[in-house]
């Protein structure tokens, strides 16, 4: 189902043109507007999820069968070096668009870009409380 005023919505369907890198009956695979690198690309499902606790688990498993797929190519006809995939759920974790999308940022050696985290520190009972709270 799409939902009204979602332009991720819009481009996945077909109704806002996109750079369309591939395409099916449930995705859509577009460069992003604003690139981190050059080949940045957006996998989209056609239905609208907000994120990714709102996927089917056949999606799921889908879109990691693309990115994977795509991954390949992309890697071939780009000649990069390396690449991330990186999925935003919530504000909190950066996101800004709220359909469901998994980024595929191509990497080149020296390519400017910093994405990731600041590595903290814990202790081994921190992560084992952590451990039992995910577990639990
Ligand atoms: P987020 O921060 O939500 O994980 O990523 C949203 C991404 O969507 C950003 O990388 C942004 O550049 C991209 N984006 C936002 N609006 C558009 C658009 O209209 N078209 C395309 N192709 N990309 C978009
Ligand atoms: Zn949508």
New binding site residues.
Partial sequence: MKKNDC?FCK?ANGE?P??TLYEDEEFRM???????TKG?A?ILPKDHADDLYGLSDGQASKIMLLAKKMAVKMTEKLQCDGLNL???NGEAA????RHF?L?LIPRYTDDGQQLGWKPGETTQEELEEVRKQITG
């Fill in positions: 332009i481009i806002i996109s750079k577009i460069l992003d507007l604003n690139p981190a940045h957006l990186i999925q935003n950066g996101q800004t668009v999308h980024h």
